[in-house]
């Protein structure tokens, strides 16, 4: 797949500088070079030594000297970055440094916003980060009250995008929190990001019952019976390509998958349990909803294999790519 031409680049922020997010980004440049111009926010001391990097001062200019380096913005970090050992004199500079990526593509000098990982523990306790992750920090930031989280393959054919409902939540507050208001705004923040993001005129969008074979006519539970039934109903009748809805266990083999543009899923596993089967490398995070592209590796810190140069760039790559290809849509 190739990346579209730019005329600003993806804007990636640095993450935890103790995880793999530092040598991944040398990776990933290494893997593009002038093809796919992103700007990487955070301390060059952080980087793997011998990183090839120019420092610049405006995202600009990493468009007319991608081949110089890695292009960075520098942003000092009070604190040496050990792998695998998080510092809390860091914390709070991971927090600015993605509200400076916020900052430049609200203000469009980035085409795009892709996120390295972070550690929510490690940002509260060393700087009282008070959001459950990255998503919610950035719908703060961006003063959205309602975002969705989609997982989107990069290698599995036909391709696969999960959206659950419901994220980090125990299984047992699923019922309470999988109500027809969530389900109606999950489908049209998805029905507008596959629109705009993606290209698809009039996209298709399969919802997973709640229930064992989507309850089975009551059998196996009545959430189908009692409202998931009548809410799609509703929305189709709004112009809504939507079918569901449907039995969980049949619904992201290859051939279902060609029947479908997305799936709306009601709880977090019942969506990542498929995609990180099908395409675990190659899965990418994406936030819909924003006023800004913002997409971001799907994998954590890793902290156990940091500095170790095993780290796979392979999801960080594919996160890059589609962030441009996403914001390349918008602009379009």
Same mark, same amino acid.
């Given at each position: 797949?190739?990346?579209?031409?730019?005329?600003?680049?993806?804007?990636? *922020?640095? $993450?935890? /500088?103790?995880?793999?997010? /530092?040598?991944? !980004?040398?990776?990933?440049?290494?893997?593009?070079? !002038?093809? %796919?111009?992103?700007?990487?926010?955070?301390?060059?001391?952080?980087?793997?030594?011998?990183?090839?990097?120019?420092?610049?001062?405006?995202?600009?200019?990493?468009?007319?000297?991608? *081949?110089?380096?890695?292009? @960075?913005?520098? #942003?000092?970090?009070?604190?040496?970055?050990?792998?695998?050992?998080?510092? /809390?004199?860091?914390?709070?500079? &991971?927090?600015?440094?993605?509200?400076?990526?916020?900052?430049?593509?609200?203000?469009?000098?980035?085409?795009?916003? =892709?996120? !390295?990982?972070?550690?929510?523990?490690?940002?509260?306790?060393?700087?009282?980060?008070?959001?459950? $992750? #990255?998503?919610?920090?950035?719908?703060?930031?961006?003063? @959205?009250?309602? @975002?969705?989280?989609? %997982?989107?393959?990069?290698?599995?054919?036909?391709?696969?995008?999960?959206?659950?409902? =419901?994220?980090? +939540?125990?299984?047992?507050?699923?019922?309470?929190?999988?109500?027809?208001?969530?389900?109606?705004?999950?489908?049209?923040?998805?029905?507008?990001?596959?629109?705009?993001?993606?290209?698809?005129?009039?996209?298709?969008?399969? &919802?997973?019952?709640?229930? /064992?074979?989507?309850?089975?006519?009551?059998?196996?539970? #009545?959430?189908?019976?009692?409202?998931?039934?009548?809410? +799609?109903?509703?929305?189709?009748?709004?112009?809504?390509?939507?079918?569901?809805?449907?039995?969980?266990?049949?619904?992201?083999?290859?051939?279902?998958?060609?029947?479908?543009?997305?799936?709306?899923?009601?709880?977090?596993?019942?969506?990542?349990?498929?995609?990180?089967?099908?395409?675990?490398?190659?899965?990418?995070?994406?936030?819909?909803?924003?006023?800004?592209?913002?997409?971001?590796?799907?994998?954590?810190?890793?902290?156990?294999?940091?500095?170790?140069?095993?780290?796979?760039? !392979?999801? %960080?790559?594919?996160?890059?790519?589609?962030?441009?290809?996403?914001?390349?849509?918008?602009?379009?």
């Amino acid at each position: 797949m190739s990346a579209p031409a730019l005329d600003r680049p993806v804007i990636l *922020s640095c $993450g935890d /500088p103790s995880g793999i997010g /530092p040598e991944l !980004a040398a990776r990933a440049w290494e893997h593009f070079g !002038a093809r %796919l111009p992103f700007v990487w926010i955070g301390d060059p001391a952080h980087l793997p030594r011998g990183t090839k990097i120019r420092e610049i001062s405006q995202p600009s200019e990493a468009i007319t000297h991608a *081949s110089a380096g890695l292009p @960075v913005l520098p #942003h000092p970090f009070p604190a040496a970055a050990e792998p695998g050992k998080p510092d /809390p004199a860091n914390a709070r500079a &991971v927090i600015d440094v993605i509200a400076r990526g916020v900052d430049l593509v609200m203000r469009g000098q980035g085409s795009a916003l =892709t996120t !390295a990982p972070i550690h929510k523990k490690a940002l509260h306790d060393g700087a009282g980060f008070a959001f459950p $992750g #990255h998503t919610e920090f950035l719908a703060h930031l961006a003063g @959205v009250d309602r @975002v969705v989280m989609m %997982l989107a393959s990069s290698n599995a054919n036909p391709p696969l995008r999960v959206v659950p409902a =419901t994220i980090h +939540i125990a299984l047992a507050d699923v019922p309470t929190a999988f109500t027809p208001h969530l389900l109606r705004e999950t489908v049209r923040i998805t029905a507008e990001g596959l629109r705009r993001d993606f290209g698809f005129e009039s996209p298709r969008i399969a &919802v997973a019952g709640l229930n /064992p074979h989507a309850g089975e006519g009551g059998a196996m539970g #009545h959430e189908e019976l009692d409202w998931m039934i009548d809410e +799609i109903a509703s929305l189709r009748a709004e112009g809504y390509a939507l079918s569901g809805p449907l039995p969980a266990d049949t619904l992201f083999h290859a051939r279902a998958r060609q029947t479908y543009d997305a799936a709306i899923c009601a709880y977090h596993d019942q969506a990542l349990i498929p995609i990180k089967t099908l395409d675990f490398d190659g899965g990418v995070n994406i936030t819909l909803g924003l006023p800004f592209v913002r997409t971001s590796p799907d994998h954590g810190t890793a902290y156990d294999i940091a500095g170790l140069g095993r780290a796979n760039p !392979a999801s %960080l790559i594919a996160a890059l790519e589609m962030a441009a290809r996403m914001g390349a849509a918008r602009r379009d």
